[in-house]
């Protein structure tokens, strides 16, 4: 018998302008010891089902169809209260934020505790007890000491773990994990994946995981369903879905998953999908508005080089110097970008990379160190107005396309604003000229010009970011994470789209990224670093291959095993499979 | 144009306003006491700062509806000088309206910008300007009025005082109020700032002054404007009250708190309407104004939602 089942599933979101059908017609099985994952971009539905079968749809959500039986009982029609007491003793729950599914007011004790007492009817020596037995289980040393402590005293992986004893502590037969790791870092989240796969074997718990991260379904799932706008397109094993899929849709999706085994020219283009087109229009460098002068001084030396890099936050105030607490977010970091070059800077969240960045642009100020572009020490430089030319010649692009475009202005504003701020064109009319082509040239249609950030979606809001990077005729462009916010098939041509720009401009690049197989596809040469150090430079191809430092290596032995993804209609450019 | 209504029509705005019966009866009530204020001059049926047109005689006359006494010229009855209840009310209530927006105008204009200096100039500034605003919060708002109103009466000789009795008052109710701007501001400043698209702009290279006026003070205005809402309610009664204590407006030009404040002298004397009706009409367009405050703060605000 089935753990799970879902039949015909349709939930509907009534609104004002009509009813949205989020999920539609779904069907699911879930045996016991197995894990599904559910997967499909953002607004697929995915997260929906997770919550309908928990009855946890945010009004005015509702499961208008179907039926839901937890081992051949069926649940949807149950009354609220009822709903209640399955929801923890029989069905387990991981959210992606172990930050918020913990009370920050009670310590671990009180909490696991508590939900044992309330589940299983035992007496609180005995929960206590296997609240220790859980927390050993879940991987917490010394779990009689942490149980005291409270969540925030937690790093976030370990209370991801405890979220994980808190979701098996009643011994539920199902699980659902939505996004489990997407809030973690890369090592820990291969800790809690392998964790999650052991105890639903060793436990027989179905687990039903969604998520959008192919990496994590090749890791851990044995079947795979793919959601696309509320629909379930395909359902198969692992192997199966990722080696030899049927729907297009899921073939291109597959497609565009950035692999590290494999380096391709560009990646293919994803069917199925209503965002932009790629731009037909080839740039003539020579004649077009974006090559004018370009000719710049000739130089012998890289053009940008760090030397010595230092930066650090005050994380403890005082008034006297010497009480000061800092952070070395930074800590000497040298290493030199040759022109034309696109390097890579790779590390885990806090390793710095992103300040390093700001280090280069002057959003900071560096402590120590010298920052050369072109053969000028920036960091010599102390009138704004002199920095202006420098600045003019090096753009960013930002990670999160919902906050670096301003609310409040037209996209015409928004690319204009460069433009007019340089002082780059004569009139009126000729920076609206040169926005509109610019607009053109990142694949946006012309009538974008008129309209406000919110009427675009995050790939689309990405184009325009880049669009305005763009508008100052940089020669220098950082790219800080700019697709860790965006669907696998909207990061495909959010990164063809900077591979074509930097062929046709010759752009010299800095491209920051916590993601190994996006670093292998964009980069020539790669830094790798560790809580603000700079462990290793290498040319990408000899650093995938053979690595030197052992954080390195540490690092690609995380990365997801792809090795069964299909190969089907890709334009390589070079293999590795010594790799693995 | 089409368009724009079109799109008004369709708002969320609009959806929540046609829902909701007492903020439709605030608007209307707010819309005709506005419009027939300002336009009392025209609308209202007789000119009670005229002197030529005031007849002694027709001193104290109750409503029209009052057993006999009542004159059909004079719909609310008249005061003790003759003149009429309702256009006294109208062009009160002008000046009450006047004051009332011209110092929340003021307090906004100071209180965004000292807010915007705060949570973008750095630490410094920003202590020196919060100390401020807390040491003016721990004194009531009316005793700031009455405070700088009463210097500004001992500076200035008494004949000029009535002439610039106006702007005193906008200066002093203004004054009291920036403090809520400012701090909404500051927080919201502080919020805008480290988004990327400060960031953004800062990459370009352009300067504080038009970061703050060109990105951050659009994206910070929402609050604001709902503040103001609320506001422009409290510095209308502030008004009144500094006017009923004799502090505010010369009995020459009454606002509707000298107007309550000369019939409460008349009031045990049997001549309510004097003091009552600019009393209902004060009510009235405070609690109406307050009312739509408060709905625009729920509508716009979505945590509380």
């Known amino acids: 018998m089935y753990q799970l089942t879902i039949k015909h599933m349709r939930i509907d979101f009534p609104g004002r302008h009509g009813t949205l059908v989020a999920v539609d017609d779904v069907a699911l099985n879930l045996a016991p010891g197995e894990i599904l994952g559910i997967v499909g971009e953002s607004g697929a539905g995915k997260s929906t089902i997770g919550n309908g079968v928990v009855d946890l749809l945010e009004p005015p959500g509702r499961m208008s169809e179907g039926e839901i039986f937890l081992q051949g009982q069926r649940i949807d029609n149950l009354e609220e209260n009822k709903i209640r007491r399955l929801r923890g003793r029989r069905i387990g729950m991981i959210f992606q934020d172990p930050q918020t599914s913990l009370d920050p007011l009670q310590t671990i004790e009180q909490q696991l505790v508590e939900t044992i007492c309330y589940h299983l009817k035992l007496n609180r020596r005995e929960a206590f007890q296997r609240t220790i037995d859980l927390l050993e289980q879940v991987g917490i040393p010394d779990p009689a000491i942490m149980v005291k402590l409270y969540p925030h005293q937690f790093s976030g992986g370990m209370r991801q773990r405890v979220v994980i004893a808190l979701a098996l502590c009643a011994e539920p037969d199902v699980i659902i994990a939505d996004e489990p790791t997407t809030a973690l870092d890369v090592s820990i989240q291969a800790q809690i994946l392998d964790l999650l796969k052991k105890l639903c074997r060793e436990k027989q718990v179905g687990m039903m995981l969604i998520t959008h991260d192919m990496g994590v379904i090749a890791e851990v799932c044995d079947r795979v369903a793919v959601m696309y706008r509320g629909k379930l397109v395909e359902e198969g094993s692992t192997a199966k879905i990722l080696g030899d899929p049927d729907h297009p849709y899921t073939q291109s999706l597959i497609s565009a998953v950035p692999r590290p085994d494999v380096r391709l020219h560009r990646f293919p283009l994803v069917t199925n999908i209503e965002e932009a087109q790629e731009p037909q229009v080839t740039l003539d460098i020579s004649t077009h508005w974006l090559g004018k002068e370009r000719s710049y001084a000739k130089l012998d030396g890289p053009l940008l080089s760090l030397e010595n890099l230092c930066m650090r936050f005050v994380t403890k105030t005082a008034i006297f110097k010497r009480n000061r607490i800092y952070l070395d977010a930074v800590n000497n970091v040298s290493f030199t970008i040759e022109k034309g070059e696109v390097f890579g800077l790779v590390g885990e969240s806090g390793s710095g990379k992103s300040t390093v960045a700001r280090l280069i642009t002057g959003l900071y100020k560096a402590v120590s160190g010298r920052v050369l572009f072109a053969g000028t020490d920036l960091t010599a430089i102390n009138r704004k107005r002199d920095l202006d030319p420098f600045r003019r010649q090096m753009q960013m692009i930002f990670q999160d396309p919902f906050s670096s475009l301003n609310g409040r202005m037209r996209v015409l504003d928004i690319v204009a604003e460069p433009i007019r701020f340089h002082k780059l064109a004569e009139s009126k009319r000729e920076v609206r000229e040169i926005v509109r082509d610019l607009i053109d040239q990142v694949g946006l249609e012309g009538n974008s010009l008129k309209r406000y950030p919110h009427e675009f979606s995050g790939g689309q809001r990405q184009r325009i970011s880049i669009a305005r990077a763009l508008a100052t005729r940089p020669r220098f462009l950082i790219c800080d994470e700019p697709t860790s916010a965006l669907d696998v098939s909207i990061q495909a041509q959010i990164l063809n789209l900077l591979k074509d720009l930097q062929d046709q401009l010759s752009l010299t690049m800095l491209f920051i990224s916590h993601d190994l197989p996006v670093i292998r596809q964009m980069c020539d040469r790669v830094g790798v670093m560790k809580s603000g150090k700079l462990c290793e430079v290498a040319d990408t191809e000899k650093l995938f291959i053979d690595p030197q430092h052992d954080y390195t290596k540490h690092l690609l032995g995380l990365m997801p095993k792809f090795d069964m993804l299909s190969l089907k209609g890709l334009d390589m450019e070079s293999s590795s499979s010594q790799l693995f | ?305």
């Open chain 2, 1 to 305: 144009m089409k368009n724009t209504i079109a799109r008004a029509a369709d708002s969320d705005l609009w959806y929540s306003f046609r829902r909701s019966p007492i903020v439709m009866i605030s608007a209307v009530i707010t819309l005709v006491i506005v419009s027939t204020s300002l336009l009392a001059p025209w609308v209202a049926p007789h000119d009670p700062f005229n002197l030529v047109s005031i007849d002694l005689m027709d001193a104290s006359l109750p409503p029209v509806w009052y057993a006999d006494l009542g004159d059909s010229r004079f719909l609310l009855g008249t005061d003790d000088q003759g003149r009429d209840i309702l256009s006294t009310i109208l062009y009160g209530s002008r000046i009450s309206l006047i004051i009332g927006m011209a110092s929340v105008t003021f307090s906004l204009i100071l209180g965004v910008a000292l807010g915007l200096v705060s949570g973008y100039g750095g630490p410094k500034v920003d202590a020196f300007i919060m100390r401020i605003a807390d040491i003016q919060l721990s004194f009531p708002a009316i005793l700031i009025a009455l405070l700088i109103d009463g210097v500004a009466r001992s500076i200035l000789p008494r004949d000029m005082h009535d002439q610039v009795a106006v702007y005193v008052l906008i200066f002093a109710i203004g004054i009291s109020g920036w403090v809520q701007y400012a701090r909404t501001v500051r927080g919201s400043t502080m919020v805008e700032k480290s988004k990327e698209y400060v960031q953004a702009a800062q990459v370009i290279g352009v300067r504080p002054i038009a970061i703050l006026w060109r990105h951050i003070l659009p994206n910070v205005m929402g609050p604001v404007l709902v503040i103001g809402a609320i506001h422009l309610a409290i510095a209308i009664i502030t008004e009144a009250t500094l006017s009923f204590l004799g502090v505010g407006l010369p009995p020459t030009t009454p606002s509707l708190g000298t107007l309550i404040r000369v019939g409460n002298d008349y009031l045990f004397s049997g001549e309510w309407w004097i003091t009552i009706f600019p009393g209902i009409a004060l009510v009235l367009l405070a609690l109406s104004v307050n009312l739509l405050g408060d709905w625009l703060r729920d509508t716009l605000n979505p945590k509380i939602q």
